[in-house]
């Protein structure tokens, strides 16, 4: 029902951004949820940033005050911008959405910050 595509990863410094998208299409009305998720080397899957159809968002405690999560109701994308990026920040970051029943998942882009 709902294809996600997702671009802006990349090799940045420590101190330094990016931003991260996420194009939706398909069953996009049913869209309730949006998610940012991130999987570290030797880590275990863990929730960045969620943002509802009414604006209300969700930070994990290691990533607030540093990113954003947006969305851009006009053009069907989602975005999180990343600043004072970490080493430990270095992951694979998926965006994903629950709808009917199912979580959809984009293909996921890396994220790797070096000291």
């Known amino acids: 029902q709902v294809q996600l595509v997702e671009s802006g990863g990349g090799l940045v410094q420590a101190g330094g951004s990016l931003r991260l998208s996420c194009a939706a299409s398909?069953?996009?009305?049913?869209?309730?949820?949006m998610e940012w998720y991130r999987r570290a080397p030797g880590k275990t899957r863990e929730l960045v940033a969620v943002?509802?159809?009414?604006?209300?968002?969700y930070y994990a405690d290691s990533v607030k005050d540093r990113f954003t999560i947006s969305n851009d109701n006009a053009e069907n994308t989602l975005y999180l911008q990343m600043n004072s990026l970490k080493p430990e920040d270095t992951a694979m970051y998926y965006c994903?959405?629950?709808?009917?029943?199912?979580?959809?998942w984009g293909q996921g882009t890396q994220v790797t910050v070096s000291s």
């Open positions: 398909g069953s996009i009305s049913s869209i309730v949820v």
């Open positions: 994903a959405t629950p709808v009917s029943g199912n979580r959809y």
């Open positions: 943002i509802g159809n009414r604006g209300a968002t």
